[in-house]
């Protein structure tokens, strides 16, 4: 792989552990780093084009069996014509639903070329008890033997057509009933939960405010505040968290698609 070569990572990960596996993926090749993360990103319409020497590690959480519809708003912006892609998604031990056929369905519209595709397992952004502290160095060992296989089949310049788990049309896309919220109590008014939702939700005059309506759980302000001023905390996340926890307590393995 020539030197002159250009990774970029393309993911969105409101609780960091996605990008926490789309670098660790990236860090198997040599050459330049390019970051698009999509938590971050304004959608301003502009098509971005990769091609020649470009590589892409495009990585995505699993939101109610689908990836996050804002971040596949934004990933349509990017394209590459027959440029190698890696695919993955990233789940809380829980259900995977049609999330992985739906991301490397986008990135085949697009025009990339589809290597490999992971499912990989990181701790529940929501339900944290569960899959606790994954990616662990289990997951890592598999995360290397994915990457290695994907840069041998970027190395022999085929054109793959990966097959992926998932149905179409795929699951609907539901918005989870849970809601962040805050405590007043604990924030100090630094704002950096304001800066980092990618709803708006969050009332740039008074953080203590969330709007519901807006929220769609995504976790990206509950993992950032350096108070720990902001939760899920509710009637509804109380009564399920017991038997969601324990519903999926079997711990699930990542598993790999070429
Ligand atoms: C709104 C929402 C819905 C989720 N739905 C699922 C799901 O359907 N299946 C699953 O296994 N995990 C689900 N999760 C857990 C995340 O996919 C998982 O924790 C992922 O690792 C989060 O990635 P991040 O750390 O990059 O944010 C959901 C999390 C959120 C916030
Ligand atoms: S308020 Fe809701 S949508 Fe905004 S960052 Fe927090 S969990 Fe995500
Ligand atoms: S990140 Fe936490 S401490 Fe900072 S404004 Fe938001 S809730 Fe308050």
Do not use: W
Not at 5 to 30: L, M, Q, V
Not at 104 to 128: C, M, P, R, Y
Not at 165 to 186: H, I, M, Q, R, T
């Amino acid at each position: 792989m020539s030197t002159l070569t250009k990774i970029s990572t393309i993911y969105f990960s409101p609780s960091s552990t996605t990008k926490k596996i789309a670098e660790k993926i990236a860090s198997y090749f040599e050459g330049s780093v390019e970051i698009h993360d999509l938590l971050m990103y304004e959608d301003d319409g502009e098509i971005k084009e990769f091609g020649d020497f470009d590589i892409v590690v495009v990585g995505m959480p699993v939101f109610a069996g689908r990836i996050p519809e804002i971040a596949r708003k934004k990933l349509e912006n990017f394209k590459g014509v027959d440029v190698p892609a890696i695919a993955f998604v990233n789940k809380g031990n829980a259900n995977l639903g049609d999330a992985l056929l739906e991301l490397t369905d986008i990135l085949k519209e697009n025009g990339f070329n589809v290597v490999g595709a992971g499912e990989f397992i990181s701790q529940h952004s929501i339900f944290t008890e569960v899959a606790k502290g994954r990616p662990d160095e289990k997951d890592l060992e598999r995360i290397n033997e994915f990457a290695v296989k994907c840069k041998s089949k970027i190395e022999d310049h085929v054109k793959c057509d990966v097959e992926v788990p998932g149905n179409k049309p795929y699951c609907e896309y539901k918005v989870v009933p849970f809601k962040a919220v805050c405590d007043e109590s604990l924030c100090t008014f630094c704002y950096d939960c304001v800066s980092v939702c990618p709803h708006d939700a969050i009332s740039d005059d008074d953080p203590v405010l969330t709007d519901h309506e807006k929220c769609d759980g995504c976790s990206a302000c509950v993992f950032i505040c350096p108070e720990d001023a902001r939760s899920f905390n509710s009637e509804i996340f109380n009564q399920t968290e017991p038997v969601f926890v324990e519903k999926f307590s079997k711990r699930q393995e990542p598993e790999f698609y070429f």
